[in-house]
């Protein structure tokens, strides 16, 4: 019952908010008590509502109250035993410095002595402060570490420092294995060392001042970057809609152009109608005339009438009639595709002035991230039975690629643009702009190409081979990814032969389709091994000037390749 008491009590004299003994104890008009510090820092983080509340009760005072200590109560937390029980943050924990004089349950200590070399709580340094014979001892902040200032030889204080052998060592060291050594007093040791580290010091904090210019001026340079960043693509949207805008009058100009130069054709061919058709009625009234007169039995009668028939007019043939063929306006439509062509291959010839690492940037912003972003742009392709070698055998669909067998008839006949040696085949479709697609194989593998359509065709040079054409004229003709079974991917491009190391040779097992985006205008072609995810395998960096193709090139009687259908 007399614990509980003291707990009672002690509760009672307690500050709500710090949960320690009051301290300066002051009470609110609403009857509860806490330390004077407490209850301000608390109104202080309330003053920018100007509202002021009690911890407890939550009452609220308009303005700020102003305290006095409360007297009485002061007195009788001061007069209680209870203030001499330390509160439990008052002893020492495992990270704390315990006072070495404490028995039982430590408190933390609150000074070392570097002469006692003993750690003191606060009760029990009062000695220190109070009596004359401590008045010579060097009192620091408590340290664990007092043990090691103690000679291991001769357990003496160490207060002697050897420059010979720069260590501390106490008195008796200097008789022995330290006799004749440069020593001085840790003191003044100190006060050397002390100097060389106040000008480190100095030296560290000029450093750190010229990196603080340096970086204010990469701030600087951040801001201008990001300024001129922002200038550029305000400019380059201003430039690209003025572009589009003057596309948008190109456009409507050609299109009243073609709309006027209709109608004129049309009116023309209308007033040729027109004529013709007056010219048949006149035509059918005579030939009724005609007709009539033929069956007239009187013979008088028959020779009056057909005297007073009126002569025919010179007949219009038709070979007078300018008829043109039905294709009227494809002379315009070739001139606006030439225009585009070359406003592509500028602008693909321009887009490399861009620095390669933002143009990077760019491009990987731009690419799809899912398959289902990708699908997006997937294109149905057909290989083209024109180009492919004789001994290759294409589906009916044309989708479908595999070698011939013995018993297979090659069918093919002789046309300029087929792959005479090689068993390559290209696609009957042109790829511009962006294209997605994916290559499904069987057998030891394929190899999966992009080129221009001018590749070399006849003869067994490696010119005909996609991915060891060199350049025309800076021209690059093909780039190739070999698919070579469990033996890696390679790529071809230059005649150079490169192995894709990494994670992707290590999923080569399994792979037997694999996925191509080409974005002829950013100038990348990424390939892609298709399994439950999409891996990437390789990613080329270049500029494509003209439409490409599709080119598959097998090499087994074993091996197949397909365009899968993706819609």
């Known amino acids: 019952m007399a614990q509980k008491q003291v707990k009672l009590d002690r509760e009672s004299f307690s500050c709500s908010v710090c949960l320690d003994l009051l301290k300066d ?8 008590s806490y330390c004077m510090d407490c209850i301000q820092r608390h109104w202080d983080g309330e003053d920018e509502k100007q509202i002021y509340s009690c911890p407890q009760c939550r009452k609220t005072f308009t303005p700020r109250p102003f305290l006095l200590k409360n007297t009485m109560l002061s007195d009788l937390v001061e007069k209680t035993e209870l203030q001499a029980a330390p509160a439990d943050h008052c002893y020492a924990v495992a990270e704390d410095v315990a006072c070495d004089v404490c028995t039982g349950r430590k408190l933390k200590a609150l ?47 160490m207060k002697i420092f050897c420059r010979t052998d720069q260590q501390c060592i106490c ?16 003191a003044a040791e100190r006060t050397e060392r002390q100097k060389e580290l106040e000008g480190s010091q100095q030296n560290i904090q000029q450093r750190i001042q010229d990196r603080e210019k340096y970086v204010k001026l990469l701030q600087q340079e951040v801001e201008a970057i990001n300024h001129s960043a922002d200038k550029a693509v305000e400019d380059s949207k201003k430039i690209f809609t003025e572009l589009i805008r003057c596309m948008e009058k190109k456009r409507l100009a050609v299109e009243r ?11 023309r061919v209308k007033e040729l109608q027109e004529k013709l058709e007056q010219e048949i009625t006149e035509l059918k009234r005579k030939d009724a005339e ?28 038709s070979p007078s009639i300018d008829i043109r063929p039905l294709r009227y306006f494809e002379d315009v439509t070739a001139a606006v595709s030439e225009f585009r062509d070359r406003l592509q291959a500028l602008q693909n010839e321009k887009w ?15 690419e799809p991230k899912t398959r289902t972003e990708f699908l997006k742009y997937s294109r ?37 643009d087929r792959f005479t040696d090689y068993r390559q085949v290209l696609s009957r479709e042109s790829l511009t702009g962006r294209c997605y697609w994916e290559v499904e194989w069987k057998g030891q593998g394929v190899v999966i190409a992009v080129t221009h359509k001018d590749i070399r065709r006849t003869g067994t040079s490696k010119e005909c081979r996609l991915g060891f054409n060199v350049p025309n004229v800076l021209v690059y003709k093909s780039w190739a990814l070999d698919c070579y079974g469990p033996f890696g991917f390679y790529f071809y491009h230059n005649k150079i032969r490169s192995l894709l190391s990494g994670k992707a040779r290590g999923a080569v097992s399994g792979i037997s389709r694999v996925g191509v985006y080409l974005d002829q205008y950013a100038g990348t072609l990424t390939f892609y091994a298709i399994t439950e995810t999409m891996t990437l395998l390789h990613r080329v960096q270049t500029t494509f000037c003209e439409p490409l193709y599709v080119g598959l090139y097998v090499t087994s009687i074993f091996e197949t390749a397909e365009f899968r259908k993706l819609k």
């Open 25 to 32: 104890p002051v009470t609110t008009s609403c009857g509860h």
């Open 111 to 157: 000074k070392s002595c570097l002469v006692c070399l003993v750690s003191y709580c606060d009760q029990h340094l009062q000695p220190h402060y109070e009596s004359p014979a401590f008045e010579k001892h060097r009192l620091v902040e408590p340290s664990k570490n007092l043990q090691e200032n103690i000679c291991s030889h001769h357990v003496e204080v």
């Open 171 to 186: 008195y008796l060291c200097t008789l022995d294995e330290h006799k004749g050594h440069d020593t001085v007093s840790a």
């Open 257 to 267: 152009q073609v709309i006027s130069e209709q109608k004129t054709e049309v009116r």
């Open 290 to 317: 005609m007709k009539k007169l033929s069956h007239t039995e009187d013979h008088t009668q028959f020779l009056k009438n057909y005297s007073s028939l009126s002569p025919l007019s010179e007949s219009t043939d």
């Open 352 to 366: 490399t002035d861009i620095s390669p690492t933002w143009s990077a940037w760019y491009v990987l912003q731009l």
């Open 380 to 416: 149905e392709l057909t290989l083209d039975p024109n180009t492919a070698n004789t001994q290759l055998l294409l589906s009916e669909d044309n989708r479908k690629v595999a070698v011939m067998t013995d018993y297979e008839k090659p069918s093919y006949s002789s046309h300029p």
